[in-house]
């Protein structure tokens, strides 16, 4: 059974950094798409970051420079390290890994998803 599990996130204040992380188990997933995705309260779920097997990365506009999506395959894992949080980047993050293509911003084209981790900033 396939799960990806999140964790990391918290209450912070505006300006804060956090790591959230992805423990993806059941299956290895080194040639997989990895991203994060978020959804805000009344929003549709937004693509956030993602990251290729071969080391590239794509991000949204608004967090570039901001936050880094980062995977350790030996370990099956993907982070996303966010610097100066900002009171509009609170969301619940959903990690997902999918083998996808040009469509990596497309929530539908991943195959597997966490539960979600909670990220709230105050200003």
């Known amino acids: 059974q396939v799960q990806l599990v999140e964790s990391g996130g918290e209450s912070v204040q505006a300006w804060a950094s956090l790591r959230l992380s992805c423990v993806a188990s059941?299956?290895?997933?080194?040639?997989?798409?990895l991203a994060w995705f978020r959804q805000a309260p009344g929003k549709e779920r937004q693509f956030v970051a993602a990251?290729?097997?071969?080391?590239?990365?794509e991000y949204l506009d608004s967090v570039k420079g901001r936050f880094t999506i980062s995977r350790d395959n030996a370990k099956n894992t993907v982070y996303l390290q966010m610097n100066s949080l900002k009171p509009e980047d609170t969301a619940v993050y959903y990690c997902?890994?999918?083998?996808?293509?040009?469509?990596?911003?497309?929530?539908?084209?991943?195959?597997?998803w966490g539960q979600g981790t909670q990220v709230t900033v105050s200003s």
């Open positions: 997902a890994a999918g083998q996808v293509g040009g469509n990596y911003r497309d929530g539908g084209a991943y195959e597997y």
């Open positions: 059941g299956r290895t997933f080194g040639s997989y798409f």
């Open positions: 990251a290729w097997s071969a080391g590239a990365r």
